[in-house]
């Protein structure tokens, strides 16, 4: 388990590991700071200053959400309710936040205190990326193999999720996801997800259609017969 704190504050951030060799790959538009990655420096999203509040007394000394996959980390879940949120997002660069780490051994209860740096946070999205947590791959191997008390082996174990970055050009990345799912891989890209919505609203639209043309269908065929009797009423007068 996991708490992201600061001060009495505690908050909560997906954490993910990146090599700091690919960040110029990332195309990461910052506020504030630099895209730099080193021994305990983290960049974080714009909304993970906002997710901070005091915390209530059932969640002292209970610790954060659960750990996630083998690249990321979750600190208190987003669905907590029952906090006081903060009057104001915090502005935490060159700041230096907490992650109190839990776990379970045969001695009992271990708790671990680790302290980043916050060397940059990034513009904003709009998006879940906004509450994401960047460190360097090294650290995070670090916190994992204290968390599950062994070093994660990357090649055998392999990744949860892998984020392929293309140009930005709907053709190119039409053709990325193809043959991403060609090789049996589950893709998700922006231009798919557009997509997909186009596809309901096509479907949404058809059927307001049908339900549109079936009512005018009724209403021609009551003015047809409305028509009829009244010609007929009037012929046999």
């Excluded at 990146?18 to 700071?33: A, H, R, T, Y």
């Excluded at 001695?107 to 916050?118: A, F, I, M, S, Y």
Aim: negative net charge; charged residues 20%; glycine residues 12%.
């Amino acid at each position: 388990q996991s708490v992201l704190k600061y001060n009495r504050l505690e908050g909560f951030g997906s954490i993910y590991g990146i090599d700091p060799l690919v960040l110029p790959d990332m195309n990461f538009e910052l506020s504030e700071g630099s895209a730099t990655l080193g021994a305990g420096a983290v960049i974080i999203g714009s909304g993970v200053g906002s997710g901070f509040s005091e915390a209530s007394d059932s969640d002292q000394g209970q610790g954060g959400g659960p750990t996630g996959g083998p690249r990321m980390m979750f600190g208190p879940g987003a669905q907590a309710s029952d906090t006081e949120s903060t009057t104001e997002a915090l502005d935490l660069y060159g700041k230096t936040i907490q992650l109190e780490l839990t776990r379970m051994s045969e001695d009992g209860q271990e708790n671990r205190t680790v302290r980043l740096r916050v060397a940059g946070v990034l513009a904003s999205s709009g998006g879940n990326e906004d509450y994401n947590i960047y460190m360097s791959m090294k650290d995070l191997d670090s916190l994992l193999a204290w968390s599950r008390q062994e070093r994660p082996n990357w090649v055998q174990d392999g990744y949860s999720q892998v984020m392929v970055i293309a140009e930005q050009d709907a053709d190119v990345t039409l053709a990325v996801t193809e043959e991403i799912t060609n090789r049996g891989y589950f893709t998700m890209s922006t231009t798919s997800i557009v997509e997909s919505l186009n596809s309901v609203y096509a479907i949404i639209e058809a059927v307001l259609g049908g339900v549109a043309s079936i009512a005018l269908l009724v209403a021609a065929i009551g003015i047809a017969n409305t028509m009829v009797m009244s010609v007929l009423e009037r012929t046999r007068e």
